[in-house]
């Protein structure tokens, strides 16, 4: 059974009884956050913030630990129902000191997508002048 810090004092009634569920539900599984990320479709730092009540988990986060659990859905749907009208939406929940509370803006992971394929386009095109600066030209 994992050993689960404490929950945020900051999180709902309704959110504290989801999350304690959902940690229950997974406790037993007996599977560790990384085996739960393989079965399902979300990573293991997802479940880590989802179980410790940082961020609200998805519907189908929800649902997915249900399958692999073999639980019934629909209690712990109704469940997510009412965490869903109390969390706090907008940030999540810090669960103990934070190191960092900025949030990336709109379009920030689409920018970085973009600037690393531009700085890999550029580094091509600098070894590719270069190396057509060192061959022999041929005219030998």
Do not use: N
Request: charged share 20%; net charge positive.
């Amino acid at each position: 059974m994992t050993r689960w810090r404490p929950l945020p004092d900051a999180l709902p009634r309704e959110a504290r009884h989801l999350v304690g569920q959902l940690r229950t539900l997974k406790d037993r599984t007996g599977l560790s956050l990384a085996e739960l990320a393989r079965r399902t479709a979300y990573s293991k730092s997802s479940w880590q913030r989802y179980l410790s009540g940082a961020k609200q988990p998805p519907r189908g986060a929800v649902q997915a630990l249900c399958r692999v659990a073999g639980a019934d859905q629909a209690r712990l749907l109704a469940l997510w129902d009412l965490a869903d009208q109390t969390w706090p939406h907008g940030a999540a929940v810090p669960a103990g000191p934070v190191v960092d509370t900025a949030t990336a803006p709109p379009g920030a992971e689409y920018r970085r997508w973009r600037a690393a394929a531009l700085v890999s386009f550029a580094v091509i095109v600098v070894l590719l002048a270069g190396l057509l600066w060192v061959l022999p030209t041929g005219s030998g």
